[in-house]
């Protein structure tokens, strides 16, 4: 049973619609990923450039976790879909708890410049569960209107 | 023509091609990622490798560009200033277009609307 590290479905009463897709943590199922981001982006009105957007970071934070997990991990991708914004939480094992995702790279600063916010975090692992990296980003449907 | 094993490869294809004297057209077509930018990274290699004072990619066809294949082209825009020409790229979609405004890097190349006037030199 996952004990995981994980959105809880209480955290979405709020409104949000969740939709979570797990993979083994190869590159050649990111695109799979990529699609689902633009599909509800899609259905959520974003505007075309909004969709463009969240793909290309989706798919940066699936890569960059592909990067350091271990061998046998998933790649759990979660994405919260609000009211003009959608919220993603993507997450991976790592071998060890000091597998770290560097922040000082072109790949990083792309994700920051396409994101409206993006974090990563680094989880030991407590409890005879494993050590895990997630990356969130949020993404807005569009331009705020001032 | 991108050939892989796995079931759920991506797919890239390239073609290098000569349309007139001078003027050197690397086609891209389909989604450049972490999986085909091996792939991608070789057929610069081989544009930037190559005889002429034009240097054109074909992006008509990129249907998605990731980091990494915007890493290999910012490489790219550089190697041409080395050889002293700016790199000429064909955008029409929005999967390429929008990474190179939102990044502010289209400035590093010159962009056309198709391969003809791409092609097209100084006479």
């Given at each position: 049973m996952s004990d995981l590290d994980s959105p809880s479905p209480?955290?979405?009463?709020?409104?949000a619609s969740t939709v979570e897709v797990r993979t083994s943590?190869?590159?050649?199922?990111i695109p799979t990923i990529r699609a689902v981001a633009s599909d509800l982006a899609a259905r959520a009105d974003f505007d075309l450039d909004a969709i463009s957007d969240l793909r290309m970071a989706v798919d940066e934070a699936c890569a960059t976790l592909v990067d350091v997990a271990a061998p046998t991990s998933w790649l759990r991708c979660t994405f919260l879909v609000r009211p003009e914004r959608i919220e993603v939480h993507a997450q991976v094992q790592t071998?060890?708890?000091?597998?770290v995702v560097s922040t000082d790279t072109f790949g990083w600063r792309v994700l920051q410049t396409l994101a409206d916010e993006v974090t990563v975090h680094h989880d030991p692992g407590v409890d005879g569960a494993g050590p895990t990296v997630g990356i969130r980003l949020d993404k807005r449907s569009g331009d705020v209107m001032r | 023509m991108n050939e892989s094993t796995q079931p759920c490869a991506d797919f890239l294809e390239t073609s290098l091609t000569?349309?007139?004297?001078?003027a050197v057209v690397l086609t891209v077509r389909g989604e450049i990622d972490t999986l085909t930018a091996p792939e991608f990274t070789a057929a610069t290699d081989e544009l930037l490798t190559s005889s002429g004072e034009i240097l054109v990619m074909?992006?008509?066809?990129?249907?998605f560009l990731a980091s990494s294949g915007l890493a290999v082209l910012i490489s790219a825009a550089h190697r041409a200033e080395d050889r002293g020409t700016r790199l000429r790229l064909v955008v029409t979609s929005r999967a390429v277009r929008r990474p190179l405004e939102i990044t502010g890097t289209a400035g590093m190349f010159d962009l056309y609307p198709d391969p003809e006037s791409a092609c097209g030199g100084r006479d």
């Open positions: 209480a955290d979405a009463l709020d409104g943590a190869s590159a050649a199922l071998k060890h708890s000091d597998a | 000569r349309p007139r004297p001078g074909d992006l008509t066809d990129v249907r």
